[in-house]
């Protein structure tokens, strides 16, 4: 008899909870949204007098921008879209949103850049440059010149970043096609190779000229060494000097959980902006810079255990961030617009990390260090948040933008593209 | 836990199956949460989906044998993912695969038959 009731009871409760967890999850979902209380914000957190506009979206995989002299937009698209992996985007009616847009370049890759006239651009194997006219527009979309090519792609750490400097060379990343140079890449408890060949090819910067057609490894001088993989990096005027930002190295805790817990792992290892000279050395994959004993730590793959040192020293950072955040952008601003405080320090737009699973994620915005005489003069601040669209961040497909570019556009503002919707951010600053 | 009474075989497999389960999602959270995270969405571009892809929903063997050997440069909907996977063979006995895999094949949105220790011990032998 109980049993002729009991079937009924647990169907009736089974559609009344599913009607009332279907509530609670639509109801839930709007609690996590931003506030939409400021119009003039884009969405985002920014400090008092600065507002923001989204002058484009939907462009696609919008990884880096470079703004020209007359205000329009070059967006290197991650993945080509309908045969374009460059996009041209201009106002005419100064309204504020660029609704006029032209593509060319199917390839895929990270940078675009402007120099003398002409705008460089990079897929993962080879930097292009296009003829600009007097108006910073590609005349000749189909015909590129080919300054390096022949650069490695193994798939892993493959954005060929680059930036210039005023003496007409380029600098460009290899990032290195592995993890931590482990004989097996990821695997729990596999040593690192000795000697770590890579490094030979990959895991450095590479020095090109900027005017000379068809350069190869050969041509170029491998200017710096040690460094696992650099997206964001940019040319610091006041100190003549390359600075980069590298992505540091995942999963202590997955490959060595007998000396790193998964709370340790989630905020190691540093992520690290250094000052780079010829023939400096950053040290991966033998080191790493942990931020809370401020010192390089010997790589577990290398005998490391979380508190050996190295016997060698290697390059320091000039500063540490909190691990895996992704720093994919690094501009010094030059402009006026911003206060006094901005001029020629450091933005860096932080993607987001993915490493920090079981812990919440972080990142996921763009930050501001305070510069003095071309070396870092205070804390680090956030500068723009927001863009993730939560406050908490489980994993990074949740979240709605992904700060990746920065530029300056010629009125002095601050331009930021997110490569997971395309949206294009400009954020700027009245008194 | 082990049956081999005929008798209970039908009871005892609905059983075994959310066992496997239950076992295989602590085996997820040790060795896969960091990559594929704890909703199976992956990390884009990077490290693929787990949720309705043709991989986890395929054929048993081809998905056993991602386990064992790894996988790299994986495409799902015209993206690639760059990031290796690792061969798991010398981590992962047979019975904490067949269960890893029936949790996945029944957690994210998907639905598909589990994987049996039998079936992994078979694909294990034949892998060179």
Redesign the interface.
């Known amino acids: 008899m109980k049993k002729n009731l009991l079937f009924p009871i647990l169907l009736f409760s089974a559609v009344i909870f599913s009607i009332f967890s279907f509530t609670n999850i639509s109801s839930s979902s709007k609690i996590n949204q931003l506030p939409k209380t400021n119009a003039d914000k884009a969405g985002l957190t920014l400090p008092a007098g600065f507002s923001a506009s989204i002058v484009a979206d939907n462009t696609g995989e919008a990884r880096h921008i470079a703004v020209t002299k007359e205000g329009d937009l070059y967006i290197k698209l991650?993945?080509a879209k309908g045969g374009n992996g460059i996009l041209f985007l201009q106002d005419p009616d100064q309204n504020g949103r660029y609704q006029k847009k032209t593509g060319f370049a199917d390839y895929s890759g990270t940078e675009v850049g402007l120099k003398n006239g002409y705008l460089y651009a990079s897929s993962n194997t080879t930097i292009y440059r296009y003829k600009l006219n007097d108006k910073d527009e590609v005349t000749d979309p189909k015909n590129p010149e080919i300054i390096v090519s022949g650069l490695l792609d193994h798939?892993?750490?493959?954005s060929k970043s680059f930036t210039f400097d005023d003496q007409g060379n380029l600098y460009v990343n290899v990032g290195a096609y592995s993890n931590s140079c482990q004989e097996?890449?990821?695997?729990?408890g596999?040593m690192g190779m000795k000697g770590c060949p890579i490094l030979d090819s990959a895991g450095g910067i590479w020095q090109f000229k900027i005017d000379k057609l068809n350069q190869h490894y050969g041509d170029g001088v491998h200017y710096a060494i040690g460094l696992r993989n650099v997206v964001g990096l940019d040319w610091n005027q006041i100190d003549n000097a390359l600075f980069v930002m590298q992505h540091g190295r995942d999963?202590l805790?997955?490959l060595f959980p007998k000396y790193y817990t998964t709370k340790q792992s989630a905020v190691l290892p540093a992520e690290c902006m250094y000052e780079i000279h010829k023939g400096d050395n950053a040290g991966w994959p033998y080191i790493y810079y942990d931020q809370i004993q401020k010192k390089q730590i010997l790589m577990p793959e290398y005998g490391g255990n979380g508190k050996k040192t190295a016997d060698k020293k290697y390059l320091d950072p000039v500063m540490a961030f909190p691990g895996h955040m992704g720093p994919n952008g690094l501009l010094f601003y030059t402009g006026n617009q911003f206060p006094e405080k901005y001029k020629n320090g450091a933005f860096i737009a932080f993607h987001g990390s993915?490493?920090r699973?079981?812990e919440p994620q972080a990142g996921y915005f763009v930050v501001f260090v305070p510069f003095r005489d071309g070396k870092p003069s205070g804390k680090w601040e956030v500068f723009a948040d927001g863009f993730a669209g939560e406050k908490v961040v489980?994993?990074?497909?949740?979240a709605e933008h992904r700060p990746c570019g920065l530029a300056q556009g010629p009125d002095g503002s601050l331009y930021v593209s997110d490569d997971?919707k395309g949206t294009i951010y400009k954020i700027s600053y009245k008194k | 836990m082990s049956n081999t009474s005929k008798d209970f075989a039908k009871e005892n497999f609905i059983t075994g199956v959310q066992q496997s389960k239950t076992t295989g999602e602590k085996i997820f959270k040790k060795y896969c949460i960091s990559c594929h995270m704890a909703d199976g969405s992956g990390v884009p571009h990077m490290n693929p989906p787990l949720i309705q892809t043709k991989y986890v929903l395929g054929e048993k063997e081809d998905l056993i044998k991602i386990i064992l050997n790894g996988i790299g440069n994986v495409e799902i909907n015209g993206e690639t993912y760059t990031n290796k996977m690792p061969p798991l063979k010398k981590i992962l006995k047979d019975q904490q695969i067949a269960d890893v895999l029936t949790y996945v094949r029944n957690s994210f949105g998907n639905k598909a038959p589990a994987v049996t220790v039998t079936e992994v011990k078979a694909v294990r032998s034949k892998n060179t």
């Open positions: 991650g993945s798939g892993e750490h493959n097996q890449d990821r695997v729990p596999s999963q805790h997955d993915w490493n699973s079981p489980m994993s990074p497909g949740k997971s």
